[in-house]
């Protein structure tokens, strides 16, 4: 493996491997080694949330055979509605890849796992099967690999401390300790995040802050909210939703130990910035980025999955914001977009390309001219960022939903035509006229359900996205019963308006 650095997987350093080589030897020498008592395994289930069962180990044969075959689990308890009670038993089996030791159980091996069915397939049903099938879709087809890094933004509520170093309010933005009181607890995220996924890029305080917090529930009502993001590297888009659905669980387990609340929730006070789930893109060819064409300008393949974007991006709303909430978040002037568009660094676009070392690089060089050899990036950074999404997204149908645009971007002669058309630049909520002529997000659940099934066939093709979770997912989406919200809410007197709002944004705290 080459050197070892303080956060490298401790996995690989006693099995002296990468993770994607990992066999099942390794495994049980790790148990041995470790003096490992029991194995976990963390599957996703119906409500996008990582699930568990412990397995007790007292003898070698025993870790390989659930090493080798996994366990039995009840589909239609984790998926209720979906499968049918007689024909429910799932096999849940480990990715060898993805075995961490747990940071709060010590003496477990924990592994994320995929379910298969009777007769050994993929359950088409899974949430992370579904990913993995349009990925494959997308590379039989494009020919390309698809990377995606997520941006998971969350705040941290704690019990308010001493009045001491105050953070101004929406004045969190990279600030520092002592006036960011979180830095401790976020250290010990960014250090398991790190180890057992090995894809974060960095972690900072985020702009929103609440000094007290105005709610009913018990569980924030007074509390100090400081909002935090973790962003991470680009990796194949299935294994990015294994490591944000993974950190959301790491995140809640280290706020829980610290007596803190996590929520990922879109909104949580009026006013303050929302929590959103920002996912970045890039094309990849033999482990190089193709985003940038010989001249370094956007490649032609990077514009047309930027199509792809444009033309999903309406029904893309059905898996990236699936709360009332959430249509609090995206409203004008809040660097959450409203319509559909795409730009340059621009923060009030749908579709963000941010600055990717494209034409220049070396720019420590600059600073420090003592410096007399140069880095050498052998696979490129350029990056599209689709900036809709929010904290309540179901995260492996929403990639998926990405690679499915991304792949209709490529292979549909349209796509360039439609990413031109869609370029704007300058803040498009200071031109009134440019954004009447730009198509809109949805406004609502109840909005976003029917365009899901209006463009229904976007996902269901190839038989990617099984019908019956379409189904759901409109469902899900029309209980919220909140057609015309900020209307609604535009309305009511002012007392009662904060009322409402409140007890909109904090119904789902823990939705996903």
Request: charged fraction near 25%; glycine fraction near 6%.
């Amino acid at each position: 493996m080459g050197q070892e650095y303080a956060l490298s997987n401790p996995i690989s350093r006693i099995v002296d491997k990468p993770r994607s080589e990992y066999t099942r030897e390794d495994l049980v020498r790790v148990i041995e080694e470790k003096h490992i008592e029991k194995i976990t395994f963390h599957y996703t289930a119906l409500d996008g949330k990582l699930k568990e069962l412990k397995l007790p180990i007292a003898n070698r044969y025993q870790a390989e055979r659930i090493l080798a075959d996994g366990e039995r689990v009840d589909g239609s308890s984790l998926f209720k509605g979906l499968i049918d009670a007689s024909l429910s038993d799932l096999y849940a089996i480990p990715v060898y890849k993805t075995a961490f030791l747990n940071p709060f159980d010590e003496g477990s091996l924990d592994f994320i796992c995929r379910y298969l069915t009777s007769d050994g397939t993929l359950a088409h049903f899974a949430w992370d099967t579904i990913l993995i099938k349009a990925h494959e879709l997308f590379r039989n087809n494009s020919k390309l690999d698809l990377y995606a890094m997520g941006e998971l933004e969350f705040f941290l509520l704690s019990d308010p401390g001493i009045h001491i170093y105050p953070n101004p309010k929406q004045r969190g933005y990279h600030a520092s300790t002592p006036f960011i009181k979180a830095g401790q607890i976020l250290n010990e995220m960014v250090y398991y995040i790190t180890q057992i996924t090995g894809a974060v890029k960095y972690a900072h305080s985020e702009v929103g802050h609440v000094g007290n917090v105005r709610s009913d529930l018990e569980e924030i009502k007074g509390k100090q909210a400081e909002q935090l993001e973790v962003e991470f590297l680009p990796t194949p888009i299935e294994d990015a939703g294994d490591h944000l659905v993974l950190s959301r669980w790491l995140i809640r387990n280290i706020a829980f130990k610290y007596g803190c609340v996590a929520t990922f929730a879109p909104k949580i006070e009026e006013g303050i910035a929302g929590n959103g789930l920002h996912v970045h893109m890039e094309l990849m060819k033999e482990n190089k980025n193709v985003m940038i064409d010989q001249e370094g300008n956007l490649s032609i393949q990077a514009k047309k999955m930027i199509g792809g974007l444009c033309e999903y991006a309406d029904s893309l709303t059905a898996f990236g914001n699936t709360v009332s909430s959430a249509y609090l978040r995206l409203v004008p002037n809040q660097e959450a977009p409203t319509r559909i568009c795409w730009s340059d660094l621009n923060r009030s676009a749908m579709i963000r390309v941010p600055l990717g070392w494209a034409r220049i690089d070396n720019l420590a060089h600059r600073l420090n001219p003592q410096q007399d050899t140069e880095f050498k990036d052998l696979e490129g950074r350029q990056t599209v960022e689709l900036r809709s999404p929010d904290g309540s997204a179901i995260i492996h149908l929403l990639l998926a939903g990405l690679a499915m645009a991304a792949e209709w971007g490529l292979t549909n002669s349209g796509a360039l035509e439609k990413a031109e058309k869609l370029y704007v630049s300058g803040n498009v909520f200071n031109d009134e006229k440019l954004l009447s002529q730009l198509p809109g997000l949805p406004t609502s659940c109840v909005e976003s359900s029917k365009v899901l099934l209006e463009k229904r066939t976007l996902y269901e093709r190839k038989n990617i996205f099984p019908a019956s979770i379409i189904d759901y997912v409109a469902k899900l989406l029309q209980a919220e019963k909140d057609e015309n919200i900020n209307e609604e809410l535009a309305d009511l007197p002012a007392d009662d308006r904060l009322l409402k709002t409140r007890e909109i944004m904090h119904k789902d705290l823990h939705r996903h």
